[in-house]
């Protein structure tokens, strides 16, 4: 996934408040390549194991509590500078601090519920797409 994909995760703070459509269509109109893409919900262990990067910080168990009390939506996301891109188009964790615009701005609630997860690096995208998505699930 190397340069030109990354992850995203549509939270359940968003699919439960009916964003997903909204959420793509930007995605979409940014010029993104949903190369794969499903609905799930994370069980409390695979959001712990999916989010083991943060467990000694003091929000990892809200944190694990939260993406798995509901639907997700995952997908692999495709275009040049995607990881960048992405993370520029779903705006700052707070959405107080996100850029007017940005989806985090339009359709999160707080830092907590902020809508969206998106890979913070090449190395990431690719760990985080692999961990949702085999090899027969991503096409493009």
Request: aromatic share 8%; no cysteine.
């Amino acid at each position: 996934m190397s340069g030109n994909r990354t992850f995203t995760m549509i939270k359940p703070d968003a699919v439960g408040a009916g964003h997903i459509g909204a959420i793509l269509n930007d995605i979409a109109a940014a010029g993104f390549k949903i190369v794969a893409m499903k609905m799930t919900q994370l069980t409390s262990a695979k959001a712990g194991e999916f989010y083991a990067v943060h467990k000694e910080r003091p929000f990892y168990g809200e944190l694990v509590e939260f993406m798995s009390s509901g639907p997700i939506v995952a997908a692999i996301l495709e275009k040049e500078n995607a990881v960048a891109d992405f993370r520029t188009l779903i705006g700052a964790t707070n959405p107080a601090d996100a850029a007017p615009g940005t989806i985090r701005a339009k359709y999160a609630k707080s830092v907590g519920e902020n809508a969206v997860h998106g890979s913070d690096s090449d190395d990431n995208a690719a760990i985080e797409g692999a961990f949702h998505f085999g090899g027969t699930e991503v096409f493009g």
